[in-house]
């Protein structure tokens, strides 16, 4: 796999469950590169894709974190 973090753009993602009972969907937040880095990751405000409630998560909640914006939407195309 290449390292080429510092190429990609200035923001990364973080993803965490949804904490309302039966929803179970991941919602990704993004934040600058920069401030993921810093080591004061702290919480991440999220909004759930299925049941559209704003909530917060701390980072060992977290399913993934400062990955990259283009990772995620590599698979994804515009028609």
């Known amino acids: 796999m290449r390292d080429d973090w510092d190429e990609l753009s200035a923001e990364v993602a973080a993803g965490a469950i949804c904490p309302m009972p039966g929803c179970g969907a991941i919602g990704i937040a993004f934040r600058p590169k920069y401030s993921a880095r810093n080591g ?28 990259p914006k283009e990772w995620l939407l590599a698979g994804i195309q515009t028609a």
């Open 40 to 67: 004061h990751v702290g919480s991440w405000e999220f909004t759930c894709p299925r049941c559209q409630i704003d909530f917060m998560a701390p980072e060992q909640q977290f399913v993934f974190q400062s990955v």
